[in-house]
């Protein structure tokens, strides 16, 4: 059974910065693509950012220039570096990953930005 499992999420003040981490365990062959969606109160879950086992990323226009996806496909995990967090970042943070052509997420983990 394949599991993600997200860490870092949190509390900060607008202007701030958070790093999102995850983990894919389990009998895994290819992780393609993995990355991270977001879910604000009352909205649906949108996409934040993917990367592809080359290395090709996506970026949700919004946070261009302050979110950096990062991964290690050796370890099967992937990272999301935000900087100038912004109140409408405000969301859960959740872990995605597409492993043997089978789609995963995690729980999920809470960021809130204060103003």
């Known amino acids: 059974q394949v599991q993600l499992v997200e860490s870092g999420g949190g509390l900060v003040q607008a202007g701030g910065n958070l790093r999102l981490s995850c983990a894919a365990s389990?009998?895994?062959?290819?992780?393609?693509?993995m990355g991270w969606y977001r879910q604000a109160p009352g909205k649906q879950r949108d996409l934040v950012a993917t990367m592809g086992s080359s290395g090709n990323t996506y970026y949700k226009d919004s946070v261009k220039g302050r979110f950096t996806i990062s991964g290690d496909n050796a370890k099967n995990t992937v990272h999301l570096q935000m900087n100038s967090l912004k109140p409408e970042d405000t969301a859960v943070y959740y872990c995605y990953a597409r492993c043997d052509g089978l789609d995963y997420w995690g729980k999920g983990t809470l960021v809130t930005v204060s103003s």
């Open positions: 389990g009998k895994i062959f290819t992780i393609e693509p």
